[in-house]
C-alpha cells in the first residue's frame, strides 16, 4: 500500500482519503493517529481503539448493525443500491448521495462530507465546497444541454431544407406527371372529337404508310407547314435512316398524297361539324393555337398507337431516333416537337430521356 494512500484512486477515479489504515495504526487528519484492534467471538465484533474506546456489535441484517459503545446503544442501517441512500439511526432518517467530490446529506446538510486532492472535510465546509460543485455541475449541464439543443436545432433545420430541397425538386417532375395526366386526358376527348374516318383509315396503313405519316407529322405539320403540300415532294430523309423498311417497296406519288390529304383533313375537319373547317390553309400552321397543337397531338396519338401495332417493338426506338435527328438538322425542337415525341414515346410504350435540342 502507498504511504498514506498517496496515487490511490476511488470509484470516481480520484484520490482517496490521505489516510493511513494498518492492521493496528490508523492515523488520518482528522481522526488523529490510534491502535485498533478487532476480534469476533459468539457472532459478535469485538473492537478496540485507544481514541473512541471499546464497541461490541452485532449485524442484524443486511446494512444494518446495532452496537454499544462505551456504553452508548448505536443502531445503524443504510439502504440503497444507487448513489442515493436511505440512512437510519437512533435519531431518525435521512437521505444522503454519493458523488465524486464527497457525500451530501439532504435532510441533515451539515453531516455531508468533501473530499479535494484526498483532504476530506465536514460540516460546513464540506457543504459549502458541496454547493460549489454542485454549481459548477449544474453550469456544466446547462451549456452541455445548451449545446445538444443547438446540435438538435441544427440537424432539424438541416433535415427539413434536406426534405424541403427534395421536394422542391420533385415539383418540376410532379408538375410535368400533372401535365402529362391532364394532356392525356384532353388528348383522349380530341381524338374522340376527330373525324371518325379518318380513325378507320389510319387503323387501314401498312407500315409504309405509318413511317411516312410519322414523317409528315413530325418534319412538316410541327413546323407549320401543310402536310398536303409537303406530300407533294419527293425528298423523304426518314427512309435512309431506317433498316425498318430495308427491301421494302417505296411509296409512289399517289399515296404520298393520300396521305398527306388525310393529315390535312383530320385537322381542318370536326367529327361533329364535318363541313365546317378549323383551318383552311397552311398558313394556319405556321403559328399553331391552343386547339389546333392539341388537334395535331391527338393525331399524333392515334399514328402513334398504329405505329406499334405496324412496327416490332425492338424497330420503334430506332424509328423515333431517327425522326429526332432529322427534327435536329431542321434546327433547334420547338415545343410542339417535343410534346409529339412524349406522345408518341407513351403510346408506342417508350421512355424519353433528355436530348440535346
Known sequence: MALLGIGEKDRYGRQKRIAHEGKFLRASRTGGISLRAQTRAA??????????????????????QLAFQNGRLVFRGRYGSGPTRLNVSKTGMTVSTRNPFGTINWIKPNRSSAKLFGVQVRG?????????????????????????????????????????????AKIPDTLDDIAHIWRKRRLRQTRLELDHTVQQAIDDWSQDDVIHANEL???????????????????????????????????????HQRIG????????????????????????????????????????????????????????PELLFALDDLMLEQGSRNVLQDQMLEVFADQCGLRLTNRTH
Open 43 to 64: 457472532g459478535l465484533n469485538l473492537t478496540a481503539n485507544t481514541r473512541h474506546g471499546l464497541r461490541v456489535s452485532h449485524r442484524l441484517g443486511r446494512k444494518t
Open 217 to 255: 407529322m413530325f418534319l412538316s405539320v410541327a413546323r407549320g407547314h401543310s402536310a398536303l403540300d409537303a406530300s407533294r415532294t419527293s425528298d423523304w430523309p426518314l427512309a435512309q435512316h431506317l433498316t425498318v423498311r430495308k427491301h421494302r417497296r417505296t411509296l409512289d406519288q399517289e399515296t
Open 261 to 316: 390529304a388525310l393529315i390535312e383533313h383530320a385537322l381542318t375537319r370536326d367529327r361533329n361539324k364535318p363541313d365546317k373547317a378549323d383551318h383552311t390553309d397552311a398558313a394556319e400552321h405556321k403559328q399553331p393555337g391552343t386547339t389546333t397543337a392539341v388537334r395535331i397531338l391527338a393525331l399524333t396519338a392515334l399514328i402513334a398507337k398504329a405505329t406499334e401495332s405496324k412496327i416490332t417493338a425492338s424497330q420503334r
Open 124 to 168: 460546513q465546509k464540506a457543504l459549502f465546497i458541496q454547493m460549489v460543485m454542485l454549481a459548477i455541475t449544474g453550469v456544466v449541464a446547462l451549456a452541455s444541454l445548451a449545446i445538444n439543443l443547438c446540435i438538435l436545432l441544427i440537424n432539424v433545420i438541416v433535415w427539413l431544407a434536406t426534405h424541403l430541397w427534395n421536394l422542391t
